[in-house]
């Protein structure tokens, strides 16, 4: 149900800018070339209709559908109310996971965080359940998850597909990046929030682990599929909550990282594939030798970077 007035709310988004172009007494056309513009069924499409004309923004009468004033901004629901249930928990999910006192073994129940966040039981459910394949969580009874480790191999095996995803994304977010393309202003956006890290003190470094999950994101959503955006996901808060828990020079680590996006940022506005290819397989390197030194694994005494000779 809340997936499905998510996507009516969006719908009714996307109507309204359509309706923006036109003068007011403008005829819309009939239901089927409605909903074929807009990618929904004609319920949905009869469900936004219903909603335009009960604010005033049209008249409905059988056939006909008239628009009667344009567009105002109140008119338009909010954009976190048009974010899929599951993008809404990811953010907040993720900052607790990374700035809470939750170490290895920790539980938590499901029903006070989906309050805690402000979200719905199911929705949450749905969203952890994504994590048992991991290893990271495990569900226990009475609505209750217990937080765990991962394995050594388990990490190997993790940045192996993580390599093959980067990889294959790369070149189609340099395309996606040209002057004029799509992505150039998400691109421009997050060189510009990493030079505001380096130029920041020490412990404005607390915000890099979800810029650095926004980073990886956006390589992956230039390939536009689904699995390698949803994994992108689910990689970044398994690293970090795993990084969080060695603090042995994790400042250097971070912008030594930072320092490492932005030379594949600058590659990808420049639209140096070759460039960018290169800066990103040195990145991969640092970030797969990075977990594999620092975490302190189950059954270790230390971190394996931290052995002393």
Known sequence: MARDRNLFKKLVNRQLDRLEGLAPG???????????ELGASRTTIRAVLAH???????????????LLRAPRPGDRFDLAETRPPLAQIEEPFLQWMLQ???????????????????????????????FEPFGLIE????????????????????????????????????????????????????????AALV???????????ALDAQFHRLICAAAENRFMLDFSRTIAIIVHYHYRWNKRDEQRRNRAAIA??????????????????????????????????????????????????
């Open 26 to 36: 403008a005829e819309l056309g009939p239901e089927g070339a409605l909903a074929a």
């Open 52 to 66: 335009l004309e009960g604010i005033g923004v049209l008249s409905w009468d059988g056939r006909r559908k008239l």
């Open 100 to 130: 809470g006192e939750l170490p290895p073994g920790a539980s938590f129940n499901e029903a006070e965080l989906a309050r805690r966040f402000g979200v719905p039981l199911g929705a949450l459910r749905e969203y952890l359940i994504r």
């Open 139 to 194: 569900k226990r009874r009475n609505r209750h998850w217990v937080l765990n480790g991962f394995t050594r191999d388990f990490a190997a095996e993790m940045f192996t597909v993580r390599e093959m995803f980067e990889r294959h994304a790369l070149p189609l977010l340099v395309a996606a990046a040209g002057p004029g393309e799509r992505l150039r202003p998400e691109v421009a956006a997050m060189r510009d929030a990493h």
């Open 199 to 209: 130029q920041g003190d020490d412990a404005g470094l607390a915000a890099f682990p």
């Open 260 to 309: 490492e996006h932005l030379a594949i940022i600058a590659a990808v506005l420049d639209g140096d594939a070759p460039g960018a290819a290169a800066a990103l397989d040195a990145h991969l390197a640092t970030a797969r030798r990075t977990l594999m030194d620092s975490v302190l694994w189950n059954g270790d005494d230390a971190p394996a970077g931290d052995a002393r000779a």
